[in-house]
């Protein structure tokens, strides 16, 4: 199974300031590297996929970077909307598997 | 737009069954895979189980083969996820996704209690 790590577990900014967060796969998967955001009571919605690709509708400061098994996602200025957890996803082999999360909060 | 909406969980004992359904609409259901995907209260997410888009192809979590089976009805538009054998670890929401290898759009989910 590839293990899906994150860090760090908690990332606290101030809106208007610039987010990075990364994950680590425990072997290569390539390009297929998925992101994820989730707000409390609400369902995972997609933001990234294949490494760097936006999902229909999301926008342009959220950005994905990386390879083979070192991924970072970029908030490039934190809005009020983004305070969330984080996750990554591999769906390059069985079975699929999510990183911990990364919580996102208001500094 | 893409809808998917679960149902069917409940509180069960150890042991017992319980079936999930999902309904989907907005989207050319018998083309696309679909995914089980659960999570415990407080915690992350786990995937549990995918079929292809005809049914032919049944990928699952290690912990839940022998005792799931997901299923999907394309002239009704519905996943399934047949649950035997319950165990307390298998309290979780669970979400069915939209994606035929990544979990693009996901349903709002419902929740299974196993509890003694």
């Known amino acids: 199974e590839i293990v899906m790590t994150q860090s760090p577990a908690t990332l606290s900014v101030s809106p208007g300031e610039r987010a990075t967060l990364s994950c680590r796969a425990s072997q290569s998967v390539y390009s297929n590297l998925a992101w994820y955001q989730q707000k409390p009571g609400q369902a995972p919605r997609l933001l990234i996929y294949g490494v760097s690709s936006r999902a229909t509708g999301i926008p342009a400061r959220f950005s994905g970077g990386g390879s083979g098994t070192e991924f970072t996602l970029t908030i490039s200025s934190l809005q009020s909307e983004d305070f969330a957890l984080y996750y990554c996803h591999q769906y390059f082999d069985w079975p699929l598997t999510f990183g911990p999360g990364t919580k996102v909060d208001i500094k | 737009q893409v809808q998917l909406v679960e149902s069917g969980g409940g509180v069960v004992q150890p042991g017992m069954s319980l079936r999930l359904s999902c309904a989907a609409s907005?989207?050319?259901?018998?083309?696309?895979?679909m995914h089980w995907v659960r999570q415990a209260p407080g915690k992350g997410l786990e995937w549990v189980a995918l079929?292809?888009?005809?049914?032919?192809?049944?990928y699952y979590k290690d912990s839940v083969k022998g005792r799931f089976t997901i299923s999907r009805d394309n002239s009704k538009n519905m996943l399934y996820l047949e649950m035997n054998s319950l165990r307390l670890e298998d309290r979780a929401l669970y979400y069915c996704a939209k994606g035929s290898m990544l979990p693009q759009t996901w349903g709002q989910g419902t929740l299974v209690t196993v509890s003694s």
């Open positions: 079929i292809s888009f005809d049914g032919s192809n049944k």
């Open positions: 907005g989207f050319s259901f018998d083309t696309y895979g």
